[in-house]
């Protein structure tokens, strides 16, 4: 069973920084996506970057430039490293996976969509303060 657990959240002043952190369990598979996504109250949840198992990764332009997506096979962890956070930063952040089994699972074929995404983590709070 894949479990994805977040941390690393809390509250910081405008241009400051945080690293997110997500321990994955249970995932075999050889072809993945893993991204961050994030959700505000009365927002939609919409993805800020993703990484696959080739080490791709993509980004919206509303995060490009200060948000970095890595990740580290051997301790199996995603981060999200943020960097200038904005107030409209502020949000529940979620880590998420899709694996494949006998297709090929890529950041230029997984639109970085909520739907895509099978496998959920319970999301740790990051609140920006002008």
């Known amino acids: 069973q894949v479990q994805l657990v977040e941390s690393g959240g809390g509250s910081v002043q405008s241009g400051g920084s945080l690293r997110l952190s997500c321990a994955a369990s249970?995932?075999?598979?050889?072809?993945?996506?893993m991204g961050w996504f994030r959700q505000a109250p009365g927002k939609e949840r919409e993805g800020v970057a993703a990484?696959?198992?080739?080490?791709?990764?993509i980004y919206p332009d509303s995060v490009k430039g200060r948000f970095t997506i890595s990740q580290d096979n051997a301790k199996r962890t995603l981060y999200l490293q943020m960097n200038s956070l904005k107030p409209e930063d502020t949000a529940m952040y979620y880590c998420?996976?899709?694996?494949?089994?006998?297709?090929?699972?890529?950041?230029?074929?997984?639109?970085?969509?909520?739907?895509?995404?099978?496998?959920w983590g319970r999301g740790t709070q990051v609140t920006v303060s002008p």
């Open positions: 998420a996976a899709v694996g494949g089994s006998d297709t090929i699972v890529a950041v230029t074929t997984i639109p970085l969509v909520e739907k895509e995404y099978v496998y």
């Open positions: 249970g995932y075999t598979y050889s072809s993945y996506c």
């Open positions: 990484i696959d198992s080739d080490g791709s990764t």
